[in-house]
């Protein structure tokens, strides 16, 4: 069984900034891509970043230059630096990875997510 599980949301006035982690443990062979969701009451959930087991990373257009993704593969651990936030990046945040479990023998992936963390701007 694998589980992800996020931490770092909460409350902060706009411009200020937080750091998400997310944390995916379990029998784990190898991960490939990890991610940031974001959903706002209302609102479909949307991508907000994500990073390859290589390092490459791309972002929503409304979170370029303020937000930054970054990965330890070692400790299967995925971060979200916030900077500048704004009261429209007021969501729960949920973390994703594409995890091959031990259990596949390294040949099936399951797409996984975290409970999510609710991260609130004031203006």
């Known amino acids: 069984q694998v589980q992800l599980v996020e931490s770092g949301g909460g409350l902060v006035q706009a411009g200020g900034s937080l750091r998400l982690s997310c944390v995916a443990s379990?029998?784990?062979?190898?991960?490939?891509?990890m991610g940031w969701y974001r959903q706002a009451p209302g609102k479909q959930r949307e991508l907000v970043a994500t990073i390859t087991s290589g390092g490459s990373t791309k972002y929503v257009d409304s979170v370029k230059g303020r937000f930054t993704i970054s990965r330890d593969n070692a400790k299967n651990t995925v971060y979200l630096q916030m900077n500048s936030l704004k009261p429209e990046d007021t969501a729960v945040y949920y973390c994703n990875a594409e995890v091959f479990p031990i259990a596949y023998g390294g040949r099936r992936s399951l797409d996984s997510w975290g409970q999510g963390t609710q991260v609130s701007v004031s203006s």
């Open positions: 379990g029998s784990i062979f190898r991960i490939n891509a």
